[in-house]
């Protein structure tokens, strides 16, 4: 697997296949990005389950929150993560402990050597992208937009005025 270039066809059978995901460093503050993707993603029908060792007992979006991925007592699909790099191992291997089919790594988080033994345990890994950015790439929603236009940008464009 070329972990620098995903296939659209790729991403789209794990987000297709995918029902319940289970959110490494899900946070209840919805400042931060793991709250934000678990709330998008809740509302196109995917069962958001937080994992967060800090919060275990407690409610996210009316799921109760898991210590580990080892301690959600029902299957999940994918796991995503929203940890640094150096957890990505343990993840990995909790993840193919409890027969999740994805494992999938969040923007600027990357293990190669975690991905090789997790794909070689029959795990799809995806490393280094956001699955709430390409749900709404993939669907359609980010190109309604203007995101595919090349149009939008960041830089501040100088306004002509039509006289």
């Known amino acids: 697997m070329d972990h620098d270039n995903y296939a659209d066809a790729y991403i789209s059978e794990i987000l297709n296949t995918t029902k319940v995901i289970a959110v490494v460093g899900a946070s209840d503050n919805p400042a931060r990005p793991s709250y934000y993707v678990m709330k998008y993603m809740k509302r196109k029908g995917f069962r958001m389950i937080p994992v967060n060792p800090g919060k275990a007992g407690g409610k996210i979006m009316d799921e109760t929150v898991y210590a580990s991925l080892l301690d959600i007592p029902f299957p999940v699909?994918?796991?995503?993560?929203?940890?640094?790099?150096?957890?990505?191992?343990?993840?990995?291997?909790?993840?193919?402990?409890?027969?999740?089919?994805?494992?999938?790594?969040?923007?600027?988080v990357r293990h190669d050597e975690a991905a090789a033994k997790a794909e070689a345990a029959g795990l799809k890994v995806v490393m280094n992208k956001?699955?709430?950015?390409?749900?709404?790439?993939?669907?359609?929603?980010?190109?309604?937009?203007?995101?595919?236009s090349r149009v939008i940008s960041s830089k501040r464009q100088k306004l002509v005025r039509k006289k």
């Open 130 to 148: 956001c699955p709430k950015i390409e749900f709404g790439r993939l669907s359609g929603e980010i190109a309604f937009m203007g995101g595919r």
């Open 77 to 108: 699909d994918m796991v995503d993560c929203f940890r640094i790099s150096d957890a990505i191992p343990a993840i990995a291997d909790d993840a193919m402990t409890i027969k999740a089919k994805y494992l999938w790594m969040q923007l600027g």
